[in-house]
């Protein structure tokens, strides 16, 4: 089945600076990665996906970008704010066999004001 | 639109005990799964159902059953409880299983 590695565990930033999160993915037949943000005590909640058949995605100071070759994926954060504290969590899905999400241990991100 | 509801928030259990976590969703979608959440340990899938009448285990579907009757609801029964289903439980739906998936709120088990 799908392994998803997820790095760093945590991750900590000054207001304003940009995060990266990175994952890695086993499944070559994965083909939809999503990355979720959870608050603590609230549930995850989508905040940007890719397909496999795109390289990159943004939207405002989130940006995807998905290596197929390597089969790894990364959330790019700019422009942080104290907001942006949570644990991410990325996912993958293959397009065969086990139709549903496979997640990362999630990044626990600290924005320093 | 409701959404994802599930229902209890917060259980407290003892050993052997059963009972079932419910989880409905009123937009039509076809596929549903079952979470739980540990500290550290991310998300990891106990069953789903890509739609009524079908069900099929996920990563830890030891010590759980589900079945899928409705579109709607997708209960998650624990058998005999033990301390280590002590969790977070996550209900999630989706139109299919490559669209965004929508949690609901969770339910907090505690088996003593």
């Known amino acids: 089945g799908e392994n998803v590695e997820q790095h760093p565990s945590t991750l900590s930033v000054q207001e304003g600076d940009s995060a990266v999160i990175k994952c890695t993915y086993s499944d070559s037949a994965s083909n939809y990665f999503p990355w979720y943000k959870q608050e603590l005590g609230k549930r995850p909640q989508l905040i940007i996906d890719i397909r496999s058949n795109v390289g990159e995605k943004k939207d405002q100071r989130i940006a995807v970008t998905l290596n197929k070759t390597a089969k790894h994926f990364s959330l790019h954060i700019t422009e942080t704010q104290p907001e942006d504290s949570a644990v991410y969590f990325c996912?993958?899905?293959?397009?065969?066999?086990?139709?549903?999400?496979?997640f990362g241990s999630g990044t626990r991100l600290q924005v320093q004001p | 639109n409701a959404g994802v509801t599930q229902t209890p928030k917060f259980q407290v259990l003892k050993t052997g005990q059963s009972m079932t976590l419910q989880c409905a969703q009123d937009m039509n979608h076809e596929y549903m799964s079952w979470y739980r959440q540990d500290p550290g340990m991310g998300l990891r899938l106990i069953h789903y159902?890509?739609?009524?009448?079908?069900?099929d285990q996920g990563e830890v579907p030891n010590g759980y059953n589900v079945s899928r009757s409705t579109t709607e609801d997708f209960p998650l029964r624990l058998l005999s409880a033990a301390p280590s289903q002590t969790s977070v439980y996550f209900c999630?739906?989706?139109?299919?299983?490559?669209?965004?998936?929508?949690f609901g709120p969770g339910t907090r088990l505690t088996v003593t």
């Open positions: 999630a739906s989706g139109q299919g299983g490559t669209t965004v998936q929508y």
């Open positions: 996912a993958a899905l293959a397009a065969t066999g086990r139709r549903a999400l496979t």
């Open positions: 159902s890509v739609g009524a009448g079908i069900t």
